[in-house]
């Protein structure tokens, strides 16, 4: 926390400095001078307030999980992204391979009959379905 004192020591500090440079800039007659000092000085702000902001965000995280709780948490979030992406290309996988035979139709029934299969089993997550045996139940059209 001594750094966040630190930082905020060095903001008031710079925006006292802004405060003089601006009534500079106004009144002597180098302002071009004290625009570049004025401008240097917004630099330095904006980088100390980004510190800030980060050592902010950083003490949060480590009062709640500590470090090591923080970047646990983290890897077993990308560990479980890692395995739905990977079970999301095995099914596209075995779609692929399923796709010229999905494609033989004789109708547009058939075509929605299987669109409407294929969307139960991503929906379910399940591609293991049979179809009946006996074909459609439908008048060609």
Do not use: C
């Amino acid at each position: 926390m001594k750094i966040l004192k630190n930082l905020k020591v060095m903001i008031t500090l710079l925006v006292l400095a802004v405060a003089v440079s601006a009534l500079v800039a106004l009144f002597a007659p180098w302002r071009i001078v004290a625009l570049v000092i004025m401008g240097m000085i917004l630099v330095g702000l904006t980088i100390t307030i980004l510190l800030l902001r980060y050592y902010t965000i950083r003490s949060v995280v480590d009062d709640r999980t500590g470090p090591r709780g923080y970047m646990s948490q983290l890897r077993s979030a990308t560990q479980e992204l890692n395995a739905a992406i990977a079970a999301f290309d095995q099914r596209m996988d075995r779609l692929e391979e399923e796709l010229p035979e999905r494609l033989s139709v004789r109708s547009a029934a058939d075509l929605a009959r299987m669109r409407n299969a294929l969307l139960g089993e991503l929906r379910d997550g399940s591609a293991d379905r049979e179809e009946p045996a006996g074909g459609t139940k439908h008048a060609d059209a």
